[in-house]
């Protein structure tokens, strides 16, 4: 079983915050639960993966290993890259930095491709530009646009942010920022060159999240990790009431028409689950026990033509395995009809990143 990390000293960032420490991968802990793939010839888009080298590493040959055979695993088509601040340029203007993180990511495509790598492996890329530089911001996302090779879909700018903790990768967002004047001119610079917007928060910004939406109704804007509802810090063993609170923010902001929102990422530190702490991963079943509240509460408001799966691997990787992860979804889905399974786990995540795997494809 993996360690608690409960009984561990609490480290704090350098403003005093307590920092809740993103979870450790345990790979022989996963090995423990396999279980045989369900639905196996549903096509997939993984709408929001991670590559780096932290935490043990997760590159090309360790996404592929999670990817594993589509024939006898889940039938995944095409993966989305989601920015983390890795591979950056070390030189050169601050602001173009971000830059390398494309360049790194669409090289790991064109690996996947030379090996024949039947996946579209980072179909679409999402990287990182200031968009506090407002209208100067511009020539940065060119530069992404030029070095993704086609595949440059939009920009994360992380919102999260939240007074009593720092839960972020990153460190928390500077306060105010969506209300910022250079900051909402970027995100229009972005709806200008055809780009989408990834939004990462909490529940408790989601509100913030919907006035931006309003504003800019023309930007297509996606929500990771079904908004955040926190289990930690103080709201720690108050879940029913942060649930309550949580559903009613997403029905605001599911009347934002330009709004998608990502089904995952409860399996991180802040969902205050703990199934690392079991003595067996958790299956499937337990998984979908206890996220098909939040899952299904965000279906019925936002529609399954703008919900897409997403797997947040490595991150949620701590929590189980990728084809457990997948089946739990599958089963969460169960009583969905072929053309919404079809929506939910491929054609809504194709369609908003634009990768061009038509809606009738039959990709098995």
């Not at 530069?143 to 942010?161: C, K, N």
Request: glycine share 10%; aromatic share 8%; charged share 20%.
């Amino acid at each position: 079983m993996p360690d608690s990390t409960s009984d561990l000293p609490v480290i704090r960032d350098a403003s005093g915050l307590p920092i809740i420490r993103m979870l450790g991968l345990q790979p022989a802990w996963l090995q423990t639960r396999i279980e045989e793939t369900l639905e196996p010839g549903l096509v997939i888009v993984d709408a929001h993966h991670h590559l780096w080298d932290r935490a043990g590493g997760y590159l090309l040959d360790e996404l592929l290993a999670d990817l594993g055979d589509p024939t006898t695993g889940h039938n995944v088509v095409a993966t989305v890259y989601l920015q983390c601040a890795y591979a950056y340029r070390s030189t050169g203007a601050v602001s173009m930095r971000p830059v390398g993180e494309t360049e790194f990511v669409a090289d790991i495509a064109r690996q996947a491709q030379q090996r024949g790598v039947k996946a579209k492996v980072c179909a679409g890329i999402v990287g990182y530009a200031d968009l506090e530089l407002g209208d100067a911001v511009d020539a940065v996302l060119q530069a992404h646009i030029d070095a993704g090779d086609g595949r440059f879909r939009g920009i994360r700018h992380i919102l999260a942010r939240h007074d009593a903790f720092n839960a972020s990768l990153l460190g928390p967002a500077p306060a105010g920022l969506m209300q910022r004047v250079n900051f909402r001119r970027g995100l229009a610079r972005l709806q200008t060159l055809g780009l989408s917007f990834d939004a990462w928060l909490f529940h408790t910004q989601i509100d913030e999240l919907v006035d931006l939406a309003q504003a800019l109704p023309g930007l297509p804007i996606v929500l990771n990790h079904v908004g955040g509802p926190l289990a930690v810090g103080p709201y720690t063993g108050k879940r029913d009431e942060v649930f309550l609170v949580w559903r009613e923010a997403i029905k605001r902001l599911a009347a934002c028409p330009n709004v998608s929102i990502k089904l995952g990422g409860l399996g991180m530190a802040i969902g205050g689950f703990d199934f690392h702490q079991q003595v067996l991963p958790p299956s499937s079943a337990q998984l979908c026990a206890d996220w098909v509240p939040y899952m299904h509460a965000c279906i019925e408001s936002f529609g399954v033509q703008r919900c897409m799966f997403e797997s947040n691997f490595p991150v949620d990787k701590a929590t189980c395995s990728y084809g457990v992860l997948w089946n739990a979804y599958k089963r969460i889905a169960a009583g969905a009809s072929a053309d919404e399974k079809a929506w939910l786990f491929r054609d809504s995540a194709a369609t908003f990143y634009r990768l061009g795997i038509a809606s009738d494809q039959a990709q098995n």
